[in-house]
């Protein structure tokens, strides 16, 4: 397909000025009712139609027996019925020259031969008419500027993300909505947001190849159970990654996995190991769980690129980077060995009972002063590629004007990535921290994760300028 | 040693009367004025006498110049002067019969050989008295009962928790300080805490067979970076097994690792493969990271043991369940083949969209009364040893009865481990659950690690009967 006629397709998605939701129900906590309510009492500025053979109003909206009935174009429809009707609503749609439907509702394939019969004859109807589907048995979508929210959670329970560089495609919405609220809390941001479920027609390839170009997305973020056209999504990534990194949890590693994979979005997950191989080749970067992938988005989001796999460590405490330098052998990722010059310059300035090897270790009485004086020695020091600062936030000598310096130190342009552990103080700096751009990490191996996807992913840009 | 003699050593510590601060300062924020400020100013009942022969009074306490011109007995002595020092006090440690010290300051064998010779020499002394030593290198110790606190991190920085079921004794001051506040956030709860640094004469085995006979204490949690005297350890652990579950973090696990670790607490970390090794056949739990240090002892110290490996899932958003079930596979852990009978009444009770597998998903239309329908039948299935329940708390269908339900089915006797991700409303629903004796995970692979935990302590109690 064109790029030009997909943009236009899935721009019917995300743009979409006018959206019908067939099922709205006028019950509280039922799923039809609340897909409503976030679309028409929230930030979405569109027009909103409920279709309800039943009602005559929902939230003082006027229902509507059919689609047909609605007078005006309806760019978006959102359908949360019985999977049964899905053909019959896809025909309506069609007729009324809809060309974009999200499919909420479960019901299909997930659950076996004789559902997934009304998948392949929904797909079919859909075709015929050129309409393209999200889902079905997903979410939905989000747009951060259009406020397009097809979401049945409610805000009370389930945080929006502000605008931000990070657009997240899923094939479980359950982990959707989770990283929509992590990415929400850490203030991180998101362009766009998309759950598939069973991916019956739109794909990780068509979602990849659109936010290549959409202007407001740095960093694609995927979680994964099963692949669809695995040479449609490599093609896609491969040239995505010149400019965007590519962030991929997948599961159903294991036979077991899979066949759960099976019954939640209705295809078998594969091997795990081909597909491994498959995407790190590509240049794709793969999480090992949810948390790591978040991790590593948010790296990918707010730091350049590592331009080498040295890393310095510098720390009041140096429990956690024991920990760390174990992760990092494990992972590849080499310790600087600073210059002469920096470990002279380290051992005139700091105080004797510091330990002036990698890490640099300032002890419990380290000052911010003694962090300042550190960090800019070893960020010149060109043995240096990635800096890790770890806090004892709970050390009383660290004094709070290290909540300034970090942050400035990003003005030498490496990537730097801290770990900080503990509790309500200790989270209250980091996220002082995080709002001025710089990723901090609760444990050790969070940390050098987040590095590891950095100099991974300047890696895959290294290789391919060579190319 | 005989017990009763250690455990009068060790009670001279964490239930020590009176308390010399060897280097009180007059300054805020310098170690020596924040041990003294949170040994006088807060819960701990005990005298408090700053020892500082430049001041008069310190936060209203009279200064003396040697702790000989106390003019009453010392339980125990806290040092946070220069390292050079040390020897000399311990001299007139011994002569004024202190039997207890922690040395906070650094400046030992961490710094290499000459330094080394210092914290022999002070043990020498030491020994020549009977006095028992924690540390050098440390934060030292606290006690959720008598409220000793030897840190010096302020409460406004650093939580203390209540009481509670929790021993945890570590090497590294950084992630005792770490491990404190989520053992406090989590309300969970400690009895004694223990920071040990460089371990010059009060080691792991001592701690073990202290907290053995502790009847606070029902879990014990290690992080060791070097193993002291091995043997002596196994043959604590061993002992302490019969009726505590022991888990233990080892860092220093590469070579780069273990070199850290000798400038962190002075002695090189071994091969971690037969540390491991031997752990594992002596029956401690290993954990992987400090989250899942207290991830498993969370579980540890709030669910019963699991009386077999096989596990059911029950959820209303499957995605989750897909990575659990891989991660069940990787720690050979058996998914439960329900009976016939449970499957029967499964589908008899629950919508017809509910797919009833392992795990059992009410999808996202799930209310607390699907959950109670299917925690009920699945924990009287014979073939269900642990039960971990999934939830999705933002998806509006789910009402809060959930909060009241779940915890209600600890009287079935088995172990059940939650998991939730997302943000605010999920941490505040799973806080509840918390406060109510359910842990909850906050992403698969860590529920997971945590029902391990419960299923390999029971296979080790089960071994031990055996004998």
Not at 275 to 299: H, Y
């Amino acid at each position: 397909m064109e790029k030009g006629q997909l943009i236009e397709q899935l721009d019917k998605f995300f743009k979409a000025g006018s959206v019908a939701v067939i099922g709205a129900s006028s019950k509280p906590k039922k799923i039809g009712y609340e897909i409503l309510r976030n679309l028409s009492q929230y930030d979405y500025k569109g027009r909103v139609y409920p279709i309800n053979p039943k009602a005559d109003k929902i939230l003082n909206l006027k229902c509507y027996t059919s689609i047909q009935d609605v007078p005006d174009e309806i760019d978006l429809v959102v359908i949360a019925v019985s999977s049964v009707y899905t053909p019959q609503i896809l025909e309506e749609c069609g007729q009324k020259s809809v060309r974009a439907c999200v499919i909420v509702s479960g019901g299909f394939k997930e659950l076996g031969k004789e559902h997934a019969k009304i998948e392949e004859e929904t797909l079919e109807i859909a075709k015929k008419y050129g309409i393209r589907i999200i889902g079905p048995n997903c979410i939905g979508i989000f747009d951060s500027e259009t406020k397009i929210d097809t979401f049945f959670q409610s805000h009370d329970r389930m945080l929006r993300p502000q605008a931000g560089p990070v657009a997240f495609i899923t094939q479980s919405g359950t982990f959707g909505a989770t990283m929509l609220e992590w990415i929400a809390e850490s203030e991180l941001g998101i362009s766009k947001f998309v759950s598939y479920g069973n991916r019956s027609d739109v794909d990780e390839a068509d979602l990849i190849r659109y936010l290549n170009v959409d202007h407001d997305t740095k960093v694609i973020t995927i979680y994964l159970e099963s692949v669809g056209n695995g040479r449609k999504l490599v093609d896609a990534a491969k040239e995505a990654l010149h400019t965007k990194p590519i962030v991929v949890l997948k599961s159903g590693r294991t036979e077991l996995g899979s066949k759960s994979a099976l019954s939640h979005t209705g295809q078998l997950a594969g091997s795990y190991a081909v597909c491994e191989g498959v995407f790190k080749q590509t240049g794709l970067i793969m999480a090992e769980n949810l948390e790591e992938l978040f991790d590593m988005t948010k790296a990918l989001a707010t730091q350049p690129i590592a331009r080498g796999n040295r890393v310095a460590m510098v720390t009041n405490g140096a429990g956690p980077c024991v920990m760390a330098v174990d992760e990092c052998v494990k992972r590849k990722i080499g310790l600087s060995e600073f210059k002469e010059e920096t470990v002279k310059k380290l051992k005139s300035v700091l105080p004797s009972y510091c330990i002036v090897g990698n890490p640099v270790d300032l002890t419990g009485s380290a000052t911010a002063h003694e962090y300042e004086l550190t960090m800019e020695i070893l960020l010149k020091d060109s043995n240096v590629d990635l800096l890790m600062p770890f806090f004892v936030f709970q050390d009383t000598p660290l004094d709070e004007k290290i909540l300034d310096i970090i942050p400035e130190f990003q003005k030498y342009g490496k990537p730097i990535v801290c770990c900080a552990s503990g509790g309500a103080y200790t989270k209250k700096q980091s996220k002082i921290l995080e709002k001025k751009g710089v990723p901090v990490y609760p444990i050790p191996e969070r940390a050098v994760a987040a590095a590891y996807s950095l100099i991974r992913y300047g890696k895959v840009l290294e290789t391919k300028d060579q190319k």
